[in-house]
């Protein structure tokens, strides 16, 4: 089992790598965001792997449920705002919000009560290791599933405005993975809430593997018709 999220680990590293280049090539901020996003994905399935081979300890799991289950869509969807929105003030609240996420997020877990019994599991669920409304439980509820839809409602926005041009063909349907991928991620977490760990790490790992897809697709060269010598990098 453990050698499944390792899989995912890998993808999400070379995913970050990639996106840290083009932020260096390009310096756009979006792709910083999800080089974060990327390599918080990868440090949250490193996580799993030692947990699943070796078991959980508190800061195994605190790692986990702070990289995985609250923060990386966050930066997920304020690259998308970014890459959506280019005023100035959009990007500096895009900063702040991120910035606050993460002081908040683990201050509550520096303050949470671990179970020990809960984290006897293979998978253990946040309502068993925080309990049921406590604030650690809750977390991806405040932060991650209101990113998940400005997430998803950014990418399909997105892949709107470019349907009908065959030149951006390759980025709609590189966009369209991204959002198919990022929702089978979304849909590990009920997995995770019943402490069903093939089911979890199979969606950890088919989720990245299509969101990684997606991105491949949509950062290929675009010939612009009128000047088909001309070539323009689209993905982002």
Do not use: C, N
């Not at 901020?29 to 030692?50: C, E, H, K, P, R």
């Not at 890459?83 to 606050?100: A, D, E, G, S």
């Not at 303050?111 to 925080?130: C, Y």
């Amino acid at each position: 089992m453990w050698l499944i999220p390792l899989v995912a680990t890998g993808i999400a590293a070379v995913f970050a790598v990639m996106l840290v280049r083009q932020f260096l090539a390009r310096r756009g901020q979006a792709q910083l965001l999800w080089a974060i996003s990327m390599g918080m994905f990868a440090v949250a399935s490193a996580a799993v792997t030692i947990g699943a081979a070796s078991g959980w300890t508190t800061t195994l799991f605190a790692v986990y449920w702070a990289f995985g289950a609250v923060l990386t869509v966050p930066f997920l969807a304020g690259g998308e705002l970014l890459l959506l929105f280019r005023q100035p003030w959009v990007r500096w609240v895009t900063w702040v919000v991120l910035i606050f996420s993460v002081a908040f997020t683990f201050s509550i877990l520096r303050q949470a009560s671990f179970d020990p019994v809960a984290l006897l599991e293979r998978l253990p669920s946040g309502k068993e290791v925080f309990g049921a409304g406590s604030a650690a439980h809750r977390l991806p509820q405040v932060f991650s599933y209101p990113a998940f839809f400005i997430l998803l409602a950014g990418a399909l926005w997105s892949a709107w405005r470019m349907r009908g041009r065959p030149e951006l063909k390759d980025r709609f349907v590189g966009t369209l993975l991204i959002v198919v991928g990022a929702s089978i991620v979304a849909g590990g977490a009920t997995f995770a809430a019943f402490s069903l760990l093939t089911g979890f790490i199979v969606t950890l790992v088919v989720g990245i593997a299509v969101m990684f897809w997606g991105f491949l697709r949509a950062s290929r060269p675009v010939v612009v018709p009128d000047a088909a010598v001309a070539a323009v990098d689209v993905s982002g």
